[in-house]
C-alpha cells in the first residue's frame, strides 16, 4: 500500500479488504484517506461507478463500505 497511498482504487480495494477480514479500525483509517484524498463517497453515489457485472459482487462491495462506517 506504501507505493500507492494516493491511488484511490488502491485505497478503496484496501478498506474493502479490510472490512470484510474485519478489521473496522484498518477500514476507518482507509476511509479517512478516502477523505484526505477527497474522493470520499456515499454507498449510493459509489454504486453509480463500480464496474462489476453480477449483483453479488456489487452488493459484497457494498456491504465492505457499510462496515467501514460509509454514509448512504
Do not use: C
Not at 473496522?24 to 477523505?35: G, K, N, P, S, W
Not at 453509480?48 to 460509509?70: H, I, N, S, T
Amino acid at each position: 500500500m506504501a507505493r500507492h497511498d494516493n491511488y484511490v482504487v488502491s485505497v478503496r480495494l484496501a478498506l474493502m479488504s479490510y472490512a470484510m477480514l474485519g478489521r473496522t479500525a484498518d477500514a476507518q483509517m482507509m476511509r479517512a484517506r478516502l477523505h484526505q484524498l477527497g474522493a470520499d463517497m456515499t454507498i449510493s453515489q459509489l454504486e453509480k461507478y463500480l464496474p462489476y457485472q453480477r449483483r453479488e459482487d456489487v452488493e459484497a462491495y457494498l456491504e465492505a463500505y457499510r462496515l467501514a462506517g460509509m454514509p448512504e
